[in-house]
């Protein structure tokens, strides 16, 4: 089970979480640009087969900080501020948990 860095290409590195009300939780870190990836138990494959579902974090008023996963296949359109409807249409927050 592994996951790979957006920016960087190379396979993460699994960390465990040592304070707040999220102790010992494992994540996933990129060894070079030491971003946080994603939640091991996060980690998920898109069901339609396109592979490992991307992770961004909003930047909206309404919704600033929160994080969401969506289709592999999904393309953002900074233009229309919204998404070319790619892929199966995934789209999840992934702070329901
Ligand atoms: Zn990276
Ligand atoms: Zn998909």
New binding site residues.
Partial sequence: MDAK?E??G?TCVTHTTSNGKIFGRKYFR?P??Q?FVMWVDQLNQCPCGAGQCKVRTAKTTINNGRQFRFCPRFRFCPRSAGVDNLGCGLFEWLDTF
Avoid: A
Wanted: net charge positive.
């Fill in positions: 860095c920016s960087c190379v990129c070079r640009c971003r």
